[in-house]
């Protein structure tokens, strides 16, 4: 028996599964860079959460067009990799359609079951490109999305149609070869599948016996190699958001929207402030740590959930197209937020890596290289980004803890923000009179 085709098969399966474990390792690194943040409580909710958005796809019906279409491509996804076990398990032993045997004809339905959802997703495939660039949907073709993105997802469309391609090759020359009683292994009789039993013959009926069995392995190894190719792609890709969506939703923030967190430190100065007993005087604990930093200028000063969120987004745009600030004209998208934070968070990452595991300064930050104040404080802090978000991505945590860096680290914030904040520190209230006659406006 020849086992070069087992071995080669291993090794192609080896260095494509070793690849895609050294960029998982990568992506968990960038992500332990933020900041520490408990999102261990309410683990029930939590799965609840998971199971109903990131599984059952809850938010994404709000649209029920492209929900429908996208379903059609993520079941599709998860039901195929039943075949693909089936190809791990006949490239290392040499064996050919394993689960036949066993199954009988239940292997017929479920392979049948795979090729609907593969005609399904073909369907969804096509006009999703069409989507994209020839009608040109306004949200699919923002500024932020001009250049790599735009191949990106073009390129992740064509992959997917080569992929249901190389199925039907190869269920639909193994029809022809069992019709003929040519199969690769005796005894095994024909299959009947849905697709593949009328496809089949349409399209390869009269080849020669050869030619099939080329075409046949074609189909098969065209398959591995696509699934091997996008394991690996998905690291440059927006497609991570197909793993990291269940992690993502499961670590999201149960609090109400629109509730905010305290900062540690500033909570501490007014716990030791409000404390009869302390001493001002007292030396602090550890004298020589670095000062917290109030707020974010740079990806480390984020935490490690907002970080995830930056791998997680699809770019799909849903956020800031309900964006009131993005609606009417002001530089502000919410999608672009999530992308900036993501492509500082590689930059910092590729400059660890050329350091030997050491950041070394780079005169760059997410704030200003990256996101400009203008951006921040176009936002109206309405959640609309926060509730359109498939994958309860926020960007809206970004952009405030970003504004908390301009406010309380650079006393940056626009004049009427400073104003009304003397205001309040003066007066007790936002208005520009004092205790005595805060009620004078209702005069005005």
Not at 308 to 325: D, I, K, M, V
Not at 421 to 437: C, L, S, V
């Amino acid at each position: 028996m020849n086992f070069l085709p087992n071995i080669i098969f291993a090794i192609v399966l080896i260095i494509g599964v070793g690849f895609f474990a050294k960029n998982v390792k990568k992506i968990i690194r960038n992500i332990k860079l933020g900041q520490d943040v408990n999102r261990t409580d309410n683990s029930s909710a939590r799965w609840k959460n998971m199971a109903l958005v990131a599984l059952g796809q809850k938010k994404m019906f709000t649209r029920p067009i492209p929900a429908i279409l996208h379903f059609m491509l993520y079941a599709a996804f998860i039901i195929t990799q039943i075949e693909l076990l089936e190809i791990v398990v006949d490239g290392l032993f040499g064996t050919h359609r394993f689960f036949k045997t066993g199954l009988g004809g239940f292997y017929t339905f479920i392979i049948s079951f795979i090729e609907i959802l593969s005609v399904l997703a073909l369907v969804a495939t096509v006009t999703f490109l069409a989507r994209r660039n020839l009608l040109k949907l306004p949200r699919l073709n923002k500024a932020e999305l001009l250049g790599w993105p735009k191949k990106d997802a073009n390129l992740i469309l064509i992959m997917e149609i080569i992929l249901v391609t190389c199925i039907f090759t190869m269920n639909g020359t193994d029809e022809v070869l069992y019709s003929l009683g040519k199969s690769h292994y005796e005894g095994m009789g024909s299959f009947n599948f849905a697709v593949s039993q009328h496809l089949g013959p349409a399209l390869f009926g009269g080849m020669s016996e050869g030619t099939l069995h080329l075409l046949e392995r074609v189909g098969w190894w065209g398959h591995l190699m696509m699934v091997m190719a996008f394991l690996n792609y998905l690291y440059y890709s927006k497609h991570l958001h197909i793993i990291l969506a269940f992690p993502n939703t499961y670590f999201a923030d149960l609090n109400p929207k629109g509730q905010f967190n305290n900062l540690e430190s500033v909570t501490n100065e007014v716990k030791l402030m409000m404390d009869p007993n302390a001493d001002p005087f007292a030396a602090p604990a550890n004298p020589d740590a670095a000062p917290a930093k109030f707020g974010a200028s740079d990806v480390q000063d984020l935490n490690w959930v907002q970080l995830l969120n930056a791998y997680t987004c699809t770019e799909c745009g849903r956020c800031s197209s309900s964006c009131p600030a993005n609606l009417t004209g002001k530089k502000l998208s919410p999608r672009k937020i999530m992308m900036d934070t993501r492509d500082r968070l590689e930059e910092v990452g590729k400059n660890i890596d050329a350091n030997n595991g050491v950041f070394v300064p780079d005169n760059k930050s997410l704030l200003n290289d990256y996101i400009t104040p203008e951006e921040l404080w176009a936002c109206t802090t309405c959640n609309a980004c926060v509730e359109e978000c498939p994958v309860n991505i926020s960007p809206l945590s970004i952009i405030m803890d970003m504004r908390r860096y301009l406010v309380m680290e650079q006393s940056a914030a626009p004049m009427e923000l400073n104003n009304m904040m003397t205001n309040i520190e003066n007066n007790g209230a936002p208005w520009p009179y004092n205790q005595q006659d805060r009620l004078n406006w209702k005069n005005e």
